[in-house]
């Protein structure tokens, strides 16, 4: 039924949006010099997209000091190049309290998993203004100073090869002296995952040439997600059938970031930026697993809880130039960056089991220690060449080193002495160096077309080693290519085209090559797959916008596609769950969308379906019926009587079956009301998040002999409370903060 009234909302919308909406608005203008007859009468069309006239009638003694002409802007803007900007300033996505909610938020993105990824494109990488950051340093930007979001689906050879599509973060921007600052506070209630408080500020003040800016973040509370699953092995010689739940009960002991930056600029294109940041996850709580056994012979059970006790410390230094080399626009930017990660668990583990009649207990101690030290540099050239062709050259190289060291220790609840597991203790050490170079040209072929061509190359090259299962070395060397291309069809004032092709690779993250043990009971350990290889993809995409209706179609073509799977262990009923190499796989997807403003209500509407055919033949996947993927997305402002603003968000993902497996469909809605108070220096907003808690992520596969099934539950039900009071003699900010050549810190996750 839900599916039903949001599937005829969605139609409707994109129907009634088609109709063009003529509207005039009449705003008084007054001063202390302006008399009361004056007026500024705006003809506008559709969103106060254009002005048709301006009459004032004037007087010598009168001085119109400032106009202000309020509109509602449209949530979504959609580019020829088949890009989309969605606004973030002032909307319902502007009260999250996090980057990663508010991506969570944004049309044709999903966030699950611990993982950010497009529709029909897979999973993105993060820039900020332009330059590629890492998923530690975007938790770190407020939300407040965000002022948009570019989604790339297409992305040049400038971007890194590093992921399948680019979320590039744009921050407001400012041009008077002065100081500006912002103060939130959330708090979140949820009966499901308890209350949370979320405390963020940031600052800053400029003058002249020096700028300055700083920002922290606090988050304290309790959060919780749970995960249901099922292993059963039909086979009656070898009938088994596990029922697991894991209980994550977090709690934020300090989960904090922080920011300071310095910029000196020497001229309005020419400047120079020192910055250091950072974050502080201390996580602890309790996660409970309860894990019930049945075989031919009879039934056993296992309660393990985890004290958890980790703590996790992220520190960057970005050192950046950036300067104007001609009066062309042409520009050059070099760029620094350190990046130090520093991981320690100490985990307390109590285990209780009941196996034949008969209970048994014991504790255990997983300490980790682990560092990851990432240097990079980056330099970028763009030559604007004449008014319609432009080169863009560039280069970076990146150096990581990643240890860890895993100490597990068992004792039994009789004596208590400690013993080293050598079978779940490892040691892991990874070296990696990545120089890659890129070319980009853009030009025209006629009056209606022009293009962009470029390629990228990268140069890789790492040394692995562990003693988990036996001492293990890797060494290899490899190369690789990315081109694209990009044409633009400017077919009239209405009709607009686009077509792409894009190569990208996606590498495994280190914490995936990374063997050691995550424990969760006697049979469900979490482990790291030294032989992961990249994956890598070609895109095509079709596009055309038709006055503000935007379609779409494209197909990506996947090798070594990086999944996951839970496989039978070395003993008869252990499992590991292990990211693996699928063999390939190929995906077809399709959208509409349509967005439209008025004066009182502002409308995003998309309709999507995706494609999904996953292929392997090494690991006994059993092979089902593919089934497309339905996305309906719909998100409206209403402002009431200039009032107060009214928001409602909702989106729906269909089941899908993608070869290898399938999912459950899951689906949000969210409200918000919104108010401004003394001249819009305080906003308070109240949200319910996901009111029927529809957010889960579910679905099924059979590997080997075993079929699984999982449930996975999120805190994302709640109700939320926002206060946000702007302070400062200036509205706008200028510190240009750029940071450079993050891929590799994404893969530090």
């Known amino acids: 039924m839900r599916f039903l009234i949001v599937v005829i909302i969605s139609v409707y919308c994109l129907i009634f949006s088609s109709i063009e909406i003529n509207a005039q608005a009449v705003k008084k203008v007054t001063d202390k010099s302006f008399v009361e007859e004056d007026k500024l009468i705006v003809k506008t069309e559709s969103s106060l997209s254009s002005l048709d006239s301006i009459i004032v009638k004037d007087q010598e003694r009168n001085k119109l000091n400032e106009v202000v002409v309020k509109s509602q802007a449209s949530l979504v803007k959609h580019t020829a190049n088949g890009n989309i900007e969605v606004a973030v300033a002032n909307t319902l996505l502007a009260t999250s309290s996090s980057v990663n909610e508010l991506l969570s938020r944004v049309p044709n993105v999903v966030v699950a998993d611990g993982e950010i990824s497009l529709l029909g494109k897979g999973e993105a990488i993060i820039y900020l203004n332009g330059i590629l950051i890492n998923y530690e340093r975007f938790a770190a930007i407020p ?175 970005n050192l950046n130039y950036n300067m104007k080399t001609d009066q062309k626009g042409s520009t050059l930017f070099i760029g620094s960056q350190f990046s130090n990660y520093n991981q320690s668990i100490g985990d307390f583990i109590e285990e209780n089991s009941w196996v034949d009649k008969t209970d048994a207990e014991r504790y255990l101690k997983n300490n980790v220690g682990s560092r990851i030290n990432i240097i990079a540099l980056q330099a970028d050239y763009s030559k604007k060449l004449n008014e ?47 120089a890659a170079a890129y070319l980009n040209y853009f030009g025209s072929l006629s009056e209606k077309v022009n293009f962009s061509l470029g390629t990228r190359a990268e140069k890789t090259s790492y040394s692995l080693f562990t003693d988990a299962g036996g001492i293990q070395q890797f060494e290899k060397t490899y190369s690789n290519f990315f081109p694209n291309l990009l044409l633009n069809f400017n077919l009239s004032e209405d009709w607009k085209g686009h077509f792409s092709y894009v190569s990208r690779i996606t590498r495994p993250r280190y914490q995936a090559l990374n063997p050691y043990v995550i424990y969760q009971d006697p049979f469900t350990t979490i482990e790291g797959n030294p032989n992961l290889l990249p994956e890598k993809t070609h895109a095509f995409e079709i596009g055309m916008i038709y006055k503000k209706v935007d379609f779409k179609i494209g197909y990506t073509y996947k090798i070594d596609p990086i999944s996951a799977a839970a496989l039978h262990g070395d003993t008869p009923n252990s499992y590991i769950l292990r990211a693996l190499n699928l063999e390939k796989g190929h995906v077809l997807f399709a959208s509409i969308s349509r967005s439209f403003a008025l004066k009182w209500w502002n409308s995003t509407n998309i309709i999507s379906m995706n494609l999904t055919k996953s292929i392997d033949n090494y690991y006994s996947f059993e092979f089902s019926p593919v089934q497309p993927q339905f996305y309906f997305y719909s998100n ?102 750029s940071e450079i050549e993050q891929s590799e810190n994404n893969r530090a996750r």
């Open 143 to 317: 939300v407040s100073q965000i002022q948009k979001i570019e989604i790339i689906s297409n992305p040049s050879s400038r971007y890194d090869a590093e992921g399948k599509a680019v979320i590039n973060i744009i921050t407001k921007k400012k041009t008077q002296n002065g100081l500006m600052g912002t103060a939130n506070q959330h708090v979140s209630v949820s009966k499901f995952g308890g209350t949370s408080y979320n405390t963020l500020l940031d600052f800053s003040y400029s003058k002249g040439k020096f700028a300055f800016i700083t920002n922290y973040g606090l988050q304290l509370g309790r959060n919780r997600e749970l995960l249901y699953t099922t292993r059963t092995r039909q086979n009656p010689d070898e009938y088994m059938k596990s029922e697991l739940t894991t209980d994550w009960k977090r709690r934020f002991n300090n989960y904090s970031n922080f920011g300071i930056g310095f910029q000196y600029s020497f001229s309005p294109d020419n400047y120079i930026s020192l910055a250091y940041s950072g974050n502080v996850n201390d996580l602890g709580g309790i996660t409970e697993s309860r894990n019930s056994i049945t075989d031919n012979s009879k039934t056993s059970f296992y309660a393990t809880d985890v004290d958890r006790n980790d703590v996790l410390l992220n520190q960057f230094v």
């Open 388 to 434: 319609k062709a432009k080169l863009e050259i560039g280069a970076k190289f990146s150096h990581a080193t990643i240890k860890s060291e895993t100490d597990f220790l068992i004792a039994d609840a009789d004596d208590m002495n400690y013993e080293l597991d050598d079978e779940l203790s490892s040691d892991f050490e990874y070296k990696e160096k990545i």
């Open 636 to 737: 409206n402002t209403f402002t009431i009587a200039q009032l107060f603003k009214l928001q409602l968000l909702a989106w729906y993902l269909s089941d899908r079956s993608y070869g290898l497996g399938s999912e459950n469909s899951r689906s949000t809605v969210t409200l918000g009301i919104e108010r401004n108070f003394f001249k819009d220096a305080l906003k308070l907003n109240f949200t319910a998040n996901d009111i029927f808690h529809k957010f889960m992520v579910s679905g099924d596969y059979n590997v080997g002999q075993t079929q699984i099934y999982y449930h996975r539950t999120y805190t994302s039900n709640y109700f939320k409370l926002i206060a946000t009071y702007n302070f400062g003699d200036s509205k706008k900010t200028n510190y240009k903060k």
